[in-house]
């Protein structure tokens, strides 16, 4: 069996080591991997390689960032040169960006089976460019591989039950897997000035708050009023800090900005931190998994176990809500569970299991 997996972004990354160490382990296996330069930034995209051991990628598109019309186009024109090349019995794609949705039409164009890893997840926003690209490449893939009974359901109300998979979670897969070697080399806290447990996490760099000046603001008020009270501790994304300085935006000298960091070290500031904000699904599920609050700036959430399960609040960018919220936790922390909502950390062997015996 011959795979092409298309990947472009640090949340693919992470998710794609997990199945391809598995890969690599598999006799009568193999795996190619399209990388579609969507994040391109050596401090977004190589250090995750490096860290995470996952094989050099065969081709690397380099498309960068742009509109989404145009960053898409020019993936698929790429990605299709390179399947007619290789021609794969499988293309394998993952979550929700331009580049999944890139990997699923033009494979799905040239009548060659899709697997979606993180198939059926849901926020039911469609003002949200994941959205869209979501739910394309589900009714597009062959197998969709999901994490969790909600996106099970979701892809039965879509009439796509018949290729949904549950697999469980290749991030929960990820947090085992890595958690002793991010203990052996990740950074000390020492060294970001930080101590276990006292002080917040932050990450912010989805579309919808960075571009929208309203939103941006209320985020940064409520983080400069929480950093009076709990230090706070920013790896900041390049396309937020570009916002933020082109609105020029006062910052409070408490909050500790950083330059993004690879994923031993925020796994380190993720199980350390005493509460977590962010804009990301996949922290939301990191800081779930490591039993630390979470202040999602969202207006909504696809993994909605977090949320019953009481460890993440949905807030928006609301400066009142934010801070309510995060003062709530501090206050009044959660108490562990036993409830694996994510699966038994083997959703990797699931999916090349069912990769290996599924007839197409």
Not at 28 to 41: K, M
Not at 69 to 83: C, F, S
Not at 227 to 244: E, N, Q
Request: charged residues 20%; proline residues 5%; aromatic residues 6%.
């Amino acid at each position: 069996m011959r795979v092409c997996t298309i990947i472009g972004a640090r949340p693919q990354f992470i998710k794609a080591a997990a199945v391809s160490a598995r890969f690599a382990a598999e006799q009568g296996a193999e795996e190619l991997l399209i990388h579609t330069g969507q994040h391109y930034d050596p401090e977004m995209s190589k250090v995750f390689f490096e860290e995470l051991g996952i094989p050099r990628e065969k081709y690397n598109l380099k498309i960068g960032s742009g509109p989404h019309a145009a960053q898409t186009g020019r993936m698929m024109i790429g990605i299709e040169e390179i399947l007619l090349r290789e021609k794969p019995d499988w293309v394998m794609i993952y979550g929700d960006t331009n580049s999944t949705l890139a990997g699923a039409l033009a494979a799905s164009k040239l009548n060659i089976p899709v697997a979606h890893v993180e198939g059926g997840m849901r926020s039911f926003n469609r003002a949200m460019p994941e959205e869209i690209n979501r739910i394309v490449s589900d009714h597009l893939s062959e197998l969709n591989f999901c994490s969790t009974g909600t996106a099970m359901h979701n892809l039965k109300n879509e009439g796509r039950g018949h290729s949904s998979v549950l697999s469980g979670d290749v991030m929960y897969d990820c947090a085992l897997m890595f958690a002793g070697l991010a203990a052996q080399r990740g950074k000390s806290l020492q060294s970001f000035q930080i101590e276990t447990k006292k002080y917040a996490l932050v990450t912010c760099h989805r579309a919808e708050n960075t571009d929208d000046p309203a939103r941006l603001g209320g985020i940064i008020n409520a983080l400069n009023e929480l950093s009076a009270t709990l230090p706070v501790l920013w790896p900041m994304h390049p396309r937020t800090r570009k916002y933020i300085e082109s609105l020029a935006m006062p910052l409070s000298s408490n909050l500790n900005i950083i330059p993004p960091v690879g994923y031993l070290d925020i796994i380190i500031l993720e199980r350390n931190a005493r509460l977590i904000l962010t804009d990301s699904g996949g922290i939301q599920k990191e800081a779930f998994f490591y039993d630390v609050p979470c202040v999602t700036m969202r207006d909504e959430t696809e993994w909605v176990e977090t949320v019953e399960l009481g460890w993440n609040s949905i807030v928006g960018a609301d400066s009142k809500r934010i801070l309510a919220s995060a003062n709530a936790f501090i206050s009044n922390p959660p108490v562990p569970s036993n409830a694996k909502p994510y699966g038994d950390g083997h959703a990797a062997n699931k999916i090349l299991k069912h990769l290996l015996t599924h007839n197409v």
